[in-house]
C-alpha cells in the first residue's frame, strides 16, 4: 500500500529553520512528481514547493524562494524540506503528495496528487 509520512513540524521563533521530512513506502518516490503543499486556518491549500519529475526545474512559490529547499535522500526513498528564515505567515499544516510525472514548470492543482501524506503543523510564533 503507498503510503506518504510527514514528521519534522514543531513551534519556531521567527528566523528560525526546520527539516520536514517526506518518508515513502509501497513504492519509489523518486518516479513520482513530488510537491510540498501548505494549508492555513480558514485558506485554500497552496502549493510551495513542485517538481513534474526527478529531472524538471523546481518550482518555488514566490514568498518561500530562497528560504526553502527541496531534497531527497534515495535509499532512504525519503524526500526533505529544509525551511529557514521563517516568518509567522509560513504558519500552516505542511504536506508533500504526490502523482504520475508531469512535464512543465510549476505544481498541477491540488486535486491532480493522489498520495497524500497526514500532514505536519509548523508554527511560527515569538
Known amino acids: 500500500q503507498a503510503q506518504l509520512v510527514e514528521t519534522g513540524g514543531g513551534l519556531v521563533q521567527p528566523g528560525g529553520s526546520l527539516r520536514l521530512s517526506c518518508a515513502a513506502s509501497?513504492?519509489?518516490?523518486?518516479?513520482?512528481?513530488i510537491g510540498w503543499f501548505r494549508q492555513a486556518p480558514g485558506k485554500e491549500r497552496e502549493g510551495v514547493v513542485c517538481?513534474?519529475?526527478?529531472?524538471?526545474?523546481?518550482y518555488y512559490e514566490e514568498s518561500v524562494k530562497g528560504r526553502f529547499t527541496i531534497s531527497r535522500d534515495d535509499a532512504k526513498n525519503t524526500v526533505f524540506l529544509q525551511m529557514i528564515s521563517l516568518k509567522p505567515e509560513d504558519t500552516a499544516v505542511y504536506y508533500c503528495?504526490?502523482?504520475?510525472?508531469?512535464?512543465?514548470?510549476?505544481?498541477?492543482?491540488?486535486?491532480?496528487?493522489?498520495?497524500w501524506g497526514q500532514g505536519t503543523q509548523v508554527t511560527v510564533s515569538s
Open positions: 503528495a504526490t502523482q504520475r510525472p508531469y512535464s512543465g514548470y510549476g505544481c498541477q492543482p491540488v486535486t491532480t496528487y493522489d498520495h
Open positions: 509501497g513504492f519509489t518516490l523518486n518516479r513520482y512528481a
Open positions: 517538481v513534474g519529475s526527478s529531472e524538471g526545474y523546481v
